[in-house]
């Protein structure tokens, strides 16, 4: 699709979300009152919150002792509910209001049989922990998030109030790992398929079951090129998608010096998180990454080879300059495909891709590998 065409269908689209943001704030207005679903006692710690479970239930992680080498940092089932006023907010807004809060039931891992064949179920109700929303009261936290704990260690009762915890202790890993202002929402799809979908919209109605989020990005042409790649450009690898596809099928970039030794499990969303890969480094960006460069010359080349948890070869991931600035990724060549034997799946390619420049351009010049490669 033409560029220019799908710049102004964008605009259209985002000034008819604009219209549908201030109509809808004006008839929910009432309902963002500053409703508190918590109460905190003279003392400033919080009483023991009662009926969430009949607030909205949003997803159950676990990380199980078994797939942790045996011991877990938090081994149980996590049941986790947010206060229904919240959610609606977010739904309208697609972010956290003042009084937010959000209750962790821990339950234990019972027997990993069933009827219906193995896996984890769960077991007895162990724990409650909190977090909480509020500038009010926690002026000084990062993000104004407190985190609370009623679990009693020795098991039995769970405590009538909770301290709010030390900074380091909870907040801290919350502000680095987690995708929405310290709320892990990339672990709760209810959350995912609500965020800023409209305050009178039911996302569990929809026929579709792909999130509102995933739609979204896709919708916003993310994944394609905003920048024409130079034609008849003669680079250590071909820019043309089927050229590409066999040069790398060939494997001949795997004479490149720098290279890593092993395979590692990949930081990005190269594949599935945590994947294999092993990256390649072309001689002219390996010189330019070894002056400590701010930005690579054009024909700098990295190949990253995915593999699949069984270390099956899953296609590649391919960055080459094509400029000599970077003019914010638009200088690169972006290319990504998950089969390596299958030259149409082609996740992107071209000049300026958004969804891969979004992400890289917290590198030196776009790059993410540690250097020197280990
Ligand atoms: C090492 C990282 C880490 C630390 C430290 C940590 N958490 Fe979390 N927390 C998570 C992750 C990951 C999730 C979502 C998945 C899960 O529940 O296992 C989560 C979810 C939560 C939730 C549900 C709401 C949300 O924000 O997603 C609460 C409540 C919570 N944690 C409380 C605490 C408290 C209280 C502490 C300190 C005693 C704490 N956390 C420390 C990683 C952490
Ligand atoms: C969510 C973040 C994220 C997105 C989106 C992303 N990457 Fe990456 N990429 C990384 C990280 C982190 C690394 C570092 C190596 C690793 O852990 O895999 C990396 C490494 C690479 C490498 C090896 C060279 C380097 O910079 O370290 C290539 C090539 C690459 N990505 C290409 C792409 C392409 C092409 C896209 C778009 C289709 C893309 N990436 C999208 C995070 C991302």
Redesign the pocket.
């Known amino acids: 699709m033409n560029i220019m065409f799908k710049k102004a269908n964008k605009i259209l689209m985002l000034m008819a979300f604009a219209a549908l943001m201030i109509t809808s704030c004006n008839n929910t207005k009432e309902s963002y009152q500053d409703i508190a679903y918590f109460a905190m006692n003279e003392q400033g710690d919080l009483e023991r919150p009662q009926d969430y479970r009949t607030w909205i239930y949003v997803g159950t992680p676990v990380t199980p002792n078994d797939m942790n080498g045996g011991k877990a940092a938090f081994p149980e089932f996590h049941n986790v509910y947010i206060d229904p006023q919240s959610y609606d907010y977010w739904k309208a807004k697609g972010e956290w209001r003042e009084g937010t809060i959000l209750v962790k039931e821990l339950i234990s891992v019972d027997s990993k049989i069933a009827a219906s064949g193995n896996g984890y179920f769960m077991g007895e109700f162990i724990g409650l922990e909190a977090t909480i929303k509020s500038k009010k009261h926690f002026p000084n936290e990062p993000g104004n998030w407190a985190y609370f704990s009623f679990t009693n260690p020795k098991g039995g009762d769970l405590a009538n109030t909770g301290k709010a915890f030390a900074t380091a202790q909870c907040n801290s890993c919350h502000n680095s790992s987690a995708d929405d202002d310290f709320v892990f929402t990339q672990h709760y799809p209810v959350l995912i398929a609500a965020k800023g979908i409209g305050a009178n919209v039911t996302p569990e109605n929809a026929a579709s079951r792909v999130s509102a989020e995933a739609k979204a990005y896709s919708d916003a042409g993310k ?1 394609d090129a905003m920048a024409p790649t130079p034609e008849n450009l003669t680079l250590e690898i071909p820019l043309d998608k089927e050229a590409l596809f066999k040069y790398l099928a060939s494997g001949k970039y795997r004479s490149y010096k720098n290279q890593e030794k092993e395979l590692h499990p ?5 594949q599935k998180l945590g994947l294999p ?1 092993k ?1 390649f480094i072309n001689d002219i960006l390996a010189e330019s990454l070894d002056k400590n460069n701010d930005e690579h010359p054009l024909g700098s080349v ?1 190949v ?1 080879e995915m593999y699949d948890k069984d270390e099956i070869p899953a296609g590649w ?3 080459a300059k094509t400029h000599d600035t970077s003019d914010g990724g638009n200088g690169w060549f ?3 495909v998950t089969d390596s034997k299958d030259a149409t799946k082609i ?2 390619i071209g000049n300026g ?1 958004e ?2 420049v ?3 351009a917290s ?1 030196r010049d ?4 540690a250097y020197p490669l280990k």
Request: net charge positive.
């Open positions: 994944w990949s930081l990005g969303p190269h890969v990256v990295i990253k991931a391919v960055m972006w290319y990504e996740a992107a891709v969804g891969c979004s992400c890289h590198g776009m790059v993410r590998t």
